[in-house]
């Protein structure tokens, strides 16, 4: 038995619409983020989280209630609110004594995690304190990534992948 046999031929035209919903496409559709808060989030975690879901905002999901998990030690409820949502990236949100003001980028593939990366917020700035009109809606901010390092180094390169 090929592969080419076991191929499954929709019967109806409502299988034959989810079949091509779910077929590789020439042009992938945008990922959806989700913004969690940890458990102990002090107002620094909240606001960047807050600013990141007004730039992502039509392709984002933001939890508002504090979630005490640790993506590090188990995943599980990370994987249940991708599935919920339907999100394959994450940023994680908490801040605690030994990392203040911590916070967790993530991929997702098919609901399970694929990697993390976890990151300090030193000197934050908000979209509030910034005198300028406000961005409209599915604006994509420029990065720009200094250095040879973001081409040399793993995790840079890591780095450079997940944020772009």
């Not at 600013?51 to 990370?78: C, G, H, M, W």
């Not at 994987?79 to 949502?85: A, G, N, P």
């Not at 300028?132 to 890591?158: H, Q």
Request: net charge positive.
């Amino acid at each position: 038995m090929d592969a080419l046999d076991r191929v499954v031929k929709p019967k109806t035209k409502r299988a034959k619409r989810f079949l091509e919903k779910r077929e590789p496409k020439l042009n992938e559709n945008t990922k959806n983020a989700m913004l969690i808060k940890g458990g102990n989030a002090n107002l620094t975690v909240t606001e960047v989280l807050k600013d990141i879901y007004a730039v992502k905002k039509p392709f984002a999901v933001l939890y508002k209630r504090k979630n005490i998990t640790r993506p590090f030690e188990d995943q599980t409820s990370l994987e249940f609110f991708s599935k919920k949502s339907d999100c394959s990236l994450f940023l994680f949100g908490s801040h605690n004594k030994k990392r203040p003001n911590n916070l967790i980028i993530g991929r997702m593939f098919d609901y399970h995690v694929l990697d993390m990366i976890e990151l300090g917020i030193e000197k934050f700035v908000s979209l509030k304190d910034i005198k300028n009109s406000k961005c409209p809606e599915g604006t994509k901010p420029m990065l720009i990534f200094a250095g040879d390092v973001f081409d040399v180094n793993e995790e840079y390169r890591r780095l450079k992948s997940l944020l772009i």
